[in-house]
């Protein structure tokens, strides 16, 4: 379904870049039967686990238009969703980045809670010194920006939380805003005996990255 969502969007002129990160089931299959189905869909496959940042990075590389909206592996976005971000930034030339608010989901599909958060560039600016008020996989940003900041980090002060590490270095120096009053988004919670690991380090990243914050967002 996560690929579907893509692929149904309204706005429909797109690239369709996927990084498969040396996954050992059968996601290569998959991703390859789809690409012969739709030219859009370019897979770029890393022969192993490179973890998330460099996958991302390496996505980034291979991507050829000037806009580029994220989405997880497991998740879903609204038919709309590409439409109503290229409106608003191109509306924009200002903005940096744009989020959206997110659904959660469980397995089933079925609707868990609803998180939005902040849309105004000050508000998201000072937010940032203690959380990420940006919802990652609604992303859509513009490419040549992101690049001249490096891209993500992968360095394990911020593991986990690559993306507040970015959008902090990026509203230090450029607009990024969230779409008012649009949940665009649905990431689908999942449990796993790996949870409690990941948020233990989430957590150590996240507070390294606040520090940083609150000096450079000052």
């Known amino acids: 379904m996560a690929i579907e969502s893509i692929l149904d969007q309204t706005f429909d002129d797109f690239e369709f870049v996927i990084v498969n990160d040396g996954s050992t089931d059968g996601t290569a299959g998959v991703l390859a039967e789809y690409a012969t189905k739709d030219c859009r869909i370019k897979t770029i ?4 686990n490179i973890r998330i940042a460099r996958a991302l990075n390496i996505g980034l590389e291979h991507c050829l238009a000037p806009l580029v909206a ?3 592996a497991d998740d879903m976005s609204a038919a709309t969703r590409l ?12 903005t940096a980045l744009c989020g959206t608010g997110m659904y959660v989901i469980d397995g089933e599909n079925r609707l ?7 849309c105004n560039y000050a508000v998201i600016r000072s937010a940032l ?22 891209g993500y980090a992968s360095t394990p002060d911020v593991e986990y939380a690559e993306d507040y590490d ?8 450029y607009v990024i805003e969230n779409i008012p009053d649009k949940i665009l988004y649905y990431h689908r919670s999942h449990s796993s ?20 914050a609150k ?3 000052k």
């Not at 496959?45 to 192993?48: L, Q, V």
């Not at 439409?83 to 200002?94: M, V």
């Not at 957590?203 to 606040?210: G, M, V």
């Open 70 to 72: 994220r989405q997880d």
């Open 166 to 173: 970015l959008w902090t270095r990026l509203a230090a120096k």
């Open 112 to 118: 868990l809670m609803n998180l939005v958060h902040p």
């Open 215 to 217: 000096e450079m967002l």
């Open 193 to 212: 005996k790996s949870s409690q690991v990941y948020e233990n380090i989430q957590a150590t990243s996240t507070k390294n990255i606040s520090q940083r």
């Open 45 to 48: 496959t890393n022969p192993t």
């Open 129 to 150: 010194t203690s959380c990420c008020p940006i919802v990652h996989g609604s992303v859509m940003f513009r490419k040549d920006i992101i690049k001249e900041l490096g």
């Open 83 to 94: 439409e109503i971000e290229y409106d608003f930034l191109a509306d924009r030339p200002e």
